[in-house]
Structures are given as C-alpha cells and as structure tokens.
C-alpha cells in the first residue's frame, strides 16, 4: 500500500506494547529492581548491563551505549528495515498498518508483485514437470529443499510460454513491464527468459521482484541473463539471497558476497547461508549500504585472475563511503578457474571457511596495490604513494578508520592528510592532537545537540523557518549532520520522532539521536519554535563564518579574481539571511 505511515499509529502502537515482551522474546531478561537486565545483544560481555524500563519503554545498555525504544530494537536486533519493523510490531497486537496520503502520490506497484510471483509459481511448475531441468540440478548438487527454499524454476527453451500461461489473465504491456516478456526491433513479442534454470529476485520483504536465468548447456549463450530495471527493480541496490539469509539465519555477523545464482545456492546447500550476490553489476555503494544494515562484516569473493583483481578495487573505492566505525571489508581471492560453486563442492564446507577466515582486510590491499612497483625508501616514491593514497582516504567517513588510514600513511611516507591541508608556516601537531581533532569534529557542537533536542521532541519546528534559512540549510546538508537532519524533516512534512531514529539506526548518530530523545524539554511549543530558529541561524552563520575563514586561508596561499568574488558573495548573503529576519513564521513579531 503507498503513504507514508503516519506518526500517530507509530505512537499508539509503541504505547500498546510492553517493551519487555518484545526484548523478552529475543534475549533472556532478568528483573532488577523496577527494570530488567541481560546479557548485552549487541557486544559482548559477561556481567549484564543491558537495562530495560518497563516504565521509559526504553532500553539502555551501560556498556557499549545503545538505547532506544522497541521499534529501534527490533531495527538493530532483527536487522530489520524501519516499515518492516513497524509491521512485525503492528502483528503483535494484531492491527494494520494504515498509509496516508503525501504531497506526492505515490506509485502502488500490488499488481506488479502480484504478477510476478504468479510467474514464480509457473516457473517452479515448469521445473517439476522438467527432468532435464532436475537433473541438472541434482548434478549440481542441489537438494529439493534448497530448490524449494530458493524458488528456483525452469523456463523452457520455447518462445510464448509465459505469454500462453496468462492469456486471458494479464495484459502484454504489464509482462513486459515486468520484464517476464522483451520486444525486439521488428516489435515482436516474446518471453525474455527462455531454456534456462529460473532464479526469483526477492527484496528484503520476501517479494519477488524479478529474475535471474543460468543456462544448462556451457554454449548455450550468456551463462546469466538478468530482467531489467523494472519499477520494482533496481539492480544497483538489490541483492539476491538476503532474504533468504536473514529466514535461514537469526543474526548474521558477515556476509560473503559472490558473483552469480548459483554460488549463492552452492553455499547454502553446503550450510554456508550467509552468501548474496550482486545482479550482474559491480558492487554499488548502495549495495554496501544495504549489506552494513545487515552485518557488521563483509567479505567480497573474487576471481584471483587480473579481470578478479580490477573488480576488487571497484568494489573497494565505492565501498570506501559505508565504511564507518566498527565495519569491516575483506577481500577473498579463488584460485584460477574457480568459482565459490566449484570450490564448495570441491573441498567442502571447513576448508572454504578457512579460505573465508584468510581473507585480505580491504584497506592492507589497498595500500599494498598503491605501493605496488614504488621504492618507498625513496622520496619520490613515498610522494607518490601520498599523491596516490589521499583521495581514497578523504572518501572514508571521518572516525578512527580515517585517523588510522592516515596513520599508516604517515608511517610509511611521513605524509598525512592534515599536512596536505595545512596553510604553509603552521605549526605541525602531534599525531594524539591530530586524533583529538578528528574525533571533535566528527561530534556535533553543544548548539547543534541542543537544536536536535528540540526537533526531535516537537519536528515541526523545523517545518517553520523563514525559506531564505531553510535554503542556507540545504546548502550545508551534504557536509553537515546536523543540517541533513532538519532538511530532511523540512523536505518531509509529518515525519515523526520515530521515523528520524529509524532513518539514522546503524549510524553513529543514532546513540546521540536516541540519548536526545528520551530527556525531557522543559520549553512550550512557542518558546521552543523561537530558540531552534535563532538557533539555526546561528548555526548557518558559524558554518558561513568558517566556510569564509577556509577561504581567506586559501586566498593568502593561492589568491584570484574567482576567490575574492566568492568571498564577498558569501557575505552579501549572510547579510542578506539577516535583514530576512530568524523568526519561525509562525511566531509573534514584527511582520
């Protein structure tokens, strides 16, 4: 069903339910007093201090810090999406989950779903009623349990079976909206999958939402033919086996990603469940978020060939973005001519996990490819392995990762990333004020916490900044937590508390989100509205001030025409935001 869901049913839900009972049914509680304690599910340790409050609905564990409400715990326990927590929470009490209407309507896809695992159905039918088909399979080593638990079908080497089937039942322009028929150029129309093992793509809900073809015969055209991108299809975000992963398994601690269908099939048979595989693209950055929802480790299986390596380092420089505090990234290479299937059935399952168990962390493969055929015992080497190092380790987040990065940079070269931005005739800081400084600016400042406290206890303050603001807002959203928050609540009229924690659960930000939320305010609305504006406004001007600082520092190094016009631009809008006014629009004052 399309809408948002509102804020109101994610209210009276959490109020309707018992915290307890929902942690209680995952983890052993133990009363303490007026609250409960476990054994931490998110760290380990072997004196309990995880705490649960019957009373706050909250939970808190004093050792690694996580706290939140059971909507948050179900995202981070179960590792489950924000709606679909939402939902698991609605089935408990046995309710709904209504949708209202935004500003936007939005596209209902029911019937798309709806004709897509209609094929999965005919496919899997086809494949009962194919013994060359089964065969295969068993000669794969593929059980009927595994067949079963993956969907796997048949599509015969014919021309019009899927449009013969639903005759009658769909129309042509909706299977080839589905990607189950192709057109070609003369405008015939014909099934797009044909003479080919059948793999159902699932999204993290368990729908279908399209396929994946493997041929029997090694000269039979492309060994994996992929649907297209469909309006429920979107290969540079999906994975296939995730779904299957998270039934088979209740916490995953890492995921191993292969190339094709069968890999991901092969492992599972051999009681690998753990594996997905990318839809015949390259690992996206969106790939690597999703596969961080999930797991805190993530293991790349690649060919050992050059064709192998050159995909590694894809997968490396658009994973660099995710890779925040406490997240890992290995590199696995086969040996030549093999792949994850052939290994498996090969050596079986122990010795692949050995394999998995050796694999290379990402970032000593970066440096050792950076360094390769350079003599770091000379000058011009190192320079170059610093030339060469930066603007990967600018890409990573900032955070210890980053701080250790450039670490070993220094280590090797005695370059780091603070020096290249260093004005000339600065001091050089110590390598412990250089990590102070990271870790400070990595934090939100006092003004920016106090303004997140008042969002998230009344979000609508922020829907009520003069536009010129909410502009100057924007602008800084893509370097600035703080800023992304309120233009996203600005950008999303009725989000709600729960659906900002739920956005930001996995980050870093989401602890100091979460710790916000439960202190109380002690300010009415109007007073509230009033301050977060000046607030904000005095936020935009110390971010402008800062932005002006970094540019005289520039000018005095590097000066220009170009320079000196954006510094007077930034000031003529500063001025501008300021005669504009601060006040909320809704508040008294002068008009």
Wanted: proline letters at 5%.
């Amino acid at each position: 069903m399309a809408g948002r869901i509102p804020q109101s049913f994610i209210n009276d839900l959490l109020a309707r339910l018992d915290i307890v009972d929902v942690i209680d049914a995952r983890i052993t509680l133990k009363k303490a007093g007026k609250n409960y304690q476990a054994l931490c599910p998110f760290h380990n340790e072997k004196t309990p201090s995880f705490s649960v409050s019957p009373d706050k609905q909250f939970y808190h564990c004093f050792g690694c810090g996580v706290s939140g409400t059971a909507l948050t715990f179900l995202m981070e326990h179960d590792r489950l999406e924000f709606v679909e927590a939402v939902e698991t929470l609605a089935r408990l009490v046995g309710v709904e989950v209504p949708r209202e209407a935004s500003g936007r309507p939005q596209p209902d896809h029911t019937d798309l779903f709806e004709l897509l695992a209609r094929a999965e159905r005919l496919y899997r039918t086809l494949l009962r009623d194919c013994a060359e088909a089964v065969d295969y399979l068993k000669g794969r080593g593929v059980a009927g349990v595994v067949a079963r638990d993956f969907g796997i079908g048949f599509a015969p080497d014919e021309w019009h079976t899927v449009s013969e089937a639903f005759a009658g039942t769909a129309a042509e322009a909706d299977l080839l909206k589905a990607g189950l028929l192709t057109k070609n150029d003369k405008g015939n129309v014909y099934d797009r999958f044909r003479g080919r093992i059948m793999f159902p793509i699932r999204d993290t809900r368990g729908r279908v939402i399209g396929f994946g073809g493997r041929v029997m015969a090694q000269d039979a055209g492309p060994k994996y033919l992929n649907g297209p991108e469909t309006p429920v299809f979107h290969k540079g975000r999906e994975l296939y086996g995730l779904f299957e992963a998270r039934k088979a398994l209740r916490r995953i601690d890492q995921l191993l990603m292969v190339e094709g269908y069968m890999d991901v099939v092969a492992l599972a048979q051999a009681g690998i469940a753990n594996a997905v595989a990318s839809l015949g693209t390259a690992a996206t950055t969106e790939h690597f978020h999703k596969l961080y929802r999930y797991a805190d480790a993530v293991i790349c299986c690649f060919d050992g060939d050059a064709a192998g390596r050159q995909a590694a380092w894809r997968a490396l420089e658009n994973a660099l973005p995710t890779l925040t505090e406490g997240r890992q990234l290995s590199f696995m290479f086969l040996p030549d001519g093999e792949d994850p299937d052939s290994l498996v059935r090969k050596e079986g399952k122990e010795p692949f996990l050995q394999r998995v168990q050796k694999a290379s962390p990402a970032i000593e493969y970066l440096f050792a490819r950076l360094a390769e055929n350079l003599d770091l015992r000379q000058l011009d080497g190192q320079a170059k392995l610093a030339s060469l190092a930066l603007p990967f380790i600018e890409r990573v987040p900032e955070g210890i990762l980053k701080q250790l990065m450039s670490n070993r940079l220094e280590l090797l070269t005695g370059f780091t990333a603070e020096t290249a931005a260093r004005p000339r005739g600065s001091p050089r800081t110590s390598s412990s004020q250089t990590a102070g400084q990271t870790t400070a600016s990595a934090q939100l400042s006092a003004l920016s916490r106090r303004l997140l406290h008042y969002i998230l206890h009344q979000p609508e303050v922020a829907r009520e900044v003069p536009e010129s603001l909410a502009e100057a807002v924007e602008a800084l959203a893509a370097e600035d937590a703080f800023a992304e928050i309120v233009n996203y609540i600005v950008k999303n009229p009725g989000v709600g508390r729960s659906e900002i924690l739920g956005r930001y659960a996995g980050e870093k930000l989401h602890s100091v989100l979460v710790e916000l939320a439960s202190r109380p305010t002690g300010l009415a609305g109007e007073a509230m509205a009033q301050e977060f504006c000046e607030g904000l406004a005095q936020h935009v001007d110390l971010a402008a001030r800062r932005g002006r600082q970094r540019l005289l520092a520039d000018m005095k190094e590097n000066p220009s025409q170009q320079k000196l016009r954006e510094f007077w631009s930034l000031k003529q809008d500063q001025a501008a935001r300021r005669s504009g006014g601060s006040q909320p629009s809704g508040s008294k004052g002068n008009p």
